[in-house]
Each structure stands twice: as structure tokens, then as C-alpha cells.
């Protein structure tokens, strides 16, 4: 299966909003609400920031969110904070796979 | 408290067969709904899904890694370990294991996977 699609870098200022899209396909963003993003910082192991589409695990800031229309997800990070930049990469169920991930993209603030 | 560590060779050389080692506490792969996946990341590059394996020993691999994998779990030992045979320098990379929650909608789709191990690096030269 291919990689999903992510923007290769965002950015903004603090205290703005910004989202971050992930497309696939019908078989796999598209298919269930099984859409996770994950925040990684230099050197460190991912942690997850959304899964199921739109939920935040315990511990998570709720300027932290996702949802889904079709085949593309979308996490929106609102009131950007310095500690935000990182690379963030959606996941996905893939079928038979199942599991697949996004290509990546590094979120800069300003 | 989920904690999982890798452990394994850092450097192994072209053909070879490399074997990693994930230990965890705070979860038992005896329980219903738990699983352990095998994640991968290239200096500089994109996450990788590599392999999963469920509490009821329902494994899935990467469709384009599948032939090279083999994923097994010592539920007395906590331990899940992960083979790749054939090792190239394009396999260099950051080995990641991660706890991994089933979702129930679909059969061996995962909700997530939280936490993650430190990762390990493994170099592939000659």
C-alpha cells in the first residue's frame, strides 16, 4: 500500500491555528474512523495526539483535534505554542495491511 | 505504567539476519485487545509500519516486507521479537516497538499505538 499524503511542512505564529491534511484513499482514511496523528520531536520516540479520527488520549491538550471528510483526515492544532514545532505523521487502517502511515510533515512556529 | 524497551545489535552486515528484542511492562499479551507493533524510521525519513502482533497471535506484516519478517511474543517473558532476514543498507534506520491498542472495528486494526519504545538504531554496513 502507498504512504498517505501529507503536506511536506506548515507553519505559523503563535497563538494561530493550523492544520495538517492526510489523504488516502477509499480503502484505507476513508474506509473506518481509524485515523491516528503522532507529534515527534528531534531525537525522541512518536507519542499520539489523536486517535479514532477525533479523540485525544489522556494528557493531550485540547488545542489538539481531528476529523475526517472522505478520504482525507485533518489535524488542527488552534493557540500554536513554541513547544508545538515538531514532525507530526497521520496512520491509518489499510486493509489486509493494516496499518499505514503518512509521509510526514514538519510544523514550524514562526 | 506502559514502558517498552528495544535491544538488539546496533550493526550488522549486508544478507545478514537481524533479530531485535522488544521487552515491556505494565501489559500483559495474554490480555484481550493488546498487541505489540514494529515501527521503522530511515535517518531523516518518514515512519514506517512494519509488523503487529495481537494477544491471540493474530500476526500482520508489511505486504512489501512480508517475505523478510517473522514476528513472534514470549508472553511469560514479556517480550515480542522481530526478524529480518537479508539485511541491506537501505534498512538502516530507528527500530521502534510500540503498545498497541486493538480497535474491535476491523479484524487486527489497531486504535493506536501508545506508548512507544526509545527506539534502537540499527546500521547495516559492511
Known amino acids: 500500500q502507498s504512504a498517505l499524503t501529507q503536506p511536506a511542512s506548515v507553519s505559523g505564529s503563535p497563538g494561530q491555528s493550523i492544520t495538517i491534511s492526510c489523504t488516502g484513499t477509499?480503502?484505507?482514511?476513508?474506509?473506518?474512523?481509524?485515523v491516528s496523528w503522532y507529534q515527534q520531536h528531534p531525537d525522541k520516540a512518536p507519542k499520539v495526539m489523536i486517535y479514532e479520527v477525533s479523540k485525544r488520549p489522556s494528557g493531550v491538550s485540547n488545542r489538539f483535534s481531528g476529523s475526517k471528510s472522505g478520504n482525507t483526515a485533518s489535524l488542527t492544532i488552534s493557540g500554536l505554542q513554541a513547544e508545538d514545532e515538531a514532525d507530526y505523521y497521520c496512520c491509518s487502517y489499510a486493509g489486509r495491511s493494516p496499518v499505514v502511515f503518512g509521509g510526514g510533515t514538519k510544523l514550524t512556529v514562526l | 505504567q506502559i514502558t517498552l524497551k528495544e535491544s538488539g545489535p546496533t550493526l550488522v552486515k549486508p544478507t545478514q539476519t537481524l533479530t531485535l528484542t522488544c521487552t515491556f511492562s505494565?501489559?500483559?499479551?495474554?490480555?484481550?485487545?493488546?498487541?505489540v507493533g514494529w515501527i521503522r524510521q530511515p535517518p531523516g525519513k518518514a515512519l514506517e509500519w512494519l509488523t503487529l502482533i495481537y494477544w491471540n497471535d493474530d500476526k500482520r506484516y508489511s505486504p512489501s516486507l512480508k517475505s523478510r519478517l517473522t514476528i513472534t511474543k514470549d508472553t511469560s517473558k514479556n517480550q515480542v521479537v522481530l526478524t529480518m532476514t537479508n539485511m541491506d543498507p537501505v534498512d538502516t534506520a530507528t527500530y521502534y516497538c510500540?503498545?498497541?491498542?486493538?480497535?474491535?472495528?476491523?479484524?487486527?486494526?489497531?486504535?493506536?499505538?501508545?506508548?512507544w519504545g526509545q527506539g534502537t538504531l540499527v546500521t547495516v554496513s559492511s
Open positions: 510500540a503498545h498497541a491498542r486493538y480497535s474491535g472495528i476491523v479484524p487486527a486494526a489497531p486504535s493506536s499505538f501508545d506508548p
Open positions: 477509499s480503502s484505507d482514511v476513508g474506509s473506518y474512523n481509524l
Open positions: 505494565g501489559f500483559s499479551l495474554s490480555t484481550s485487545g493488546v498487541g
